[in-house]
């Protein structure tokens, strides 16, 4: 989709996911404590998908917890599931009045269990809106989506309700998390690592990659389109000759 954007004329991407990175060196730039910049990252959730509804982006997904991150201190852990919980309950309204549907992907096992009913809860009433499609991985692990979804294809195959030649890469795709979700065209990671931390590894196999330095809490309008106009300059081939 074309966007005029400050007179700009801009290919919009469909899909934009997003490494969310650098709330703690936010926070220690500030000599605050590291669960102080995650609640300025959740703010800065809350502007990420205004403006990428603004600017017409149709699906929106963040990684918000690392099956990894479980290592942080019982501090940061607890902190930021009280970011969750809060978030969970609060965004209900807000998701309804601006007709945004929103889905948790990642592990639910190991979750304590009022998360749980709250990620059912803001799924369920937030099912039939039709704009910003936005997607929250918490508990979220690339490999433990994978390992799941091959689990999951084994107990059909145990039950003679599929042959080995029904396990397509269209299959498989439907057993992840993102299975309603086109794959991203664009993956941003801020605060300047270079890598993808078990991200979404089947679906970014060839979204376009934009790395910036601006800490997750500042990311802001101009950054999300600094992203676009990157991903504007990208020439995608997935394999083919241009
Ligand atoms: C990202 O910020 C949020 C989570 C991983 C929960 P970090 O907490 O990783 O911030 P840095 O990387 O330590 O600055
Ligand atoms: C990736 O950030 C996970 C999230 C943004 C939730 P991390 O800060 O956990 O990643 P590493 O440890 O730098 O790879
Ligand atoms: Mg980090």
């Not at 605050?32 to 910049?37: S, T």
């Not at 019982?74 to 965004?91: A, C, H, P, Q, W």
Request: aromatic letters at 10%; hydrophobic letters at 35%.
């Amino acid at each position: 989709m074309e966007r005029e954007i400050n007179g700009e004329l801009l290919n919009i991407p469909e899909h934009v996911a997003i490494i969310m990175d650098g709330n703690g060196r936010w926070a220690k730039k500030r000599l605050m404590p590291r669960n102080f910049g995650h609640a300025e990252g959740a703010k800065a959730i809350e502007r990420a998908c205004e403006n990428a509804d603004e600017l017409g982006i149709k699906y929106l997904t963040v990684y918000a917890f690392s099956t990894e991150n479980w290592k942080r201190s019982v501090e940061e852990v607890t902190g930021i599931m009280n970011i969750f919980r809060k978030y969970l309950v609060d965004s209900i309204e807000r998701s309804n009045r601006e007709n945004m549907r929103v889905r948790i992907i990642g592990k639910r096992d190991g979750l304590p269990e009022d998360i749980i009913e709250k990620i059912n809860n803001l799924e369920k009433e937030t099912a039939k809106n039709t704009g910003l499609q936005f997607s929250v991985a918490i508990n979220y692990g690339g490999r433990d989506e994978l390992t799941r979804a091959v689990r999951s294809i084994a107990e059909n195959y145990k039950n003679n309700e599929l042959d080995i030649e029904d396990i397509t890469e269209e299959l498989i795709s439907k057993r992840l998390d993102t299975r309603e979700l086109p794959d991203p065209d664009l993956l941003i990671r801020t605060s300047g690592e270079f890598r993808t931390s078990n991200f979404l590894p089947w679906q970014i196999a060839y979204s376009e990659f934009y790395f910036t330095d601006i800490l997750w809490p500042d990311f802001d309008m101009d950054a999300l389109v600094d992203a676009v106009r990157y991903y504007n300059k990208r020439e995608r081939r997935f394999g083919g000759v241009r």
